[in-house]
């Protein structure tokens, strides 16, 4: 028969795939795994901060029995199951909704789609975003030069239309020889500022 896939909404991070895998090939039985996949997936809990994880169990065809015919049963009427694993402990099963995810695959492009794709990336292109955020990054660190070559904070606000913060000028920034282009220097002086909001991009 076949059997829904399961969401375990909590499980310890002690168990892993396999003793997941060995828990329902016990309960089903059978010479062969009844498991096609479980995936994993890491949580924090908000309140406690513990680490737990989620789980999905994915079946092949498994013999039809009573209690995997009552179990099914159970979760495809959207009930929540106690299943316990190692006495006391269990997990709560229910029927996995979430539906799978569609990845894009390379392809060639036939003829009859070419124009919808070319249509697409043109929207794609016309909504781009312009780059302040560079363009506001390359006038301060100008205006930062020649504020330090001598230039006043006010001429330099001038030349540039940037108001300079005194305390952006504390914090690490690039040398003045890292100005022409280049990026040799950028790994021992840190990330950029933001030239906006004062904070690390």
């Known amino acids: 028969m076949l059997f829904p896939s399961i969401f375990i909404p909590r499980v310890s991070c002690n168990n892993n795939e396999s003793y997941i895998e060995s828990i329902f090939w016990h309960y089903f039985g059978g010479t062969e795994t009844p498991i096609l996949r479980i995936d994993l997936i890491k949580k924090q809990d908000a309140r406690s901060g513990q680490i737990y994880q989620i789980a999905f169990v994915h079946f092949k065809e498994v013999a039809e029995t009573e209690s995997t015919q009552s179990l099914a049963s159970q979760l495809e009427n959207g009930e929540s199951v106690k299943f316990v694993h190692s006495y006391p402990w269990f997990w709560i099963l229910r029927k996995n909704t979430s539906k799978p995810k569609v990845r894009d695959m390379p392809h060639v492009v036939l003829k009859k789609d070419e124009a919808d794709i070319m249509k697409t990336q043109e929207e794609l292109k016309a909504n781009k975003p312009p780059r302040v955020r560079q363009e506001a990054w390359d006038q301060f660190i100008y205006a930062m030069a020649e504020y330090e070559e001598g230039a006043t ?41 933001d030239p906006v909001y004062g904070t690390w991009w």
Do not use: N, T
């Open 153 to 193: 904070k006010a001429e330099a606000e001038q030349v540039h239309g940037l108001p300079l913060k005194e305390e952006l000028k504390e914090k690490k920034r690039l040398p003045r020889r890292h100005f022409g282009g280049g990026d040799a220097e950028y790994e021992s002086y840190g990330e950029p500022i």
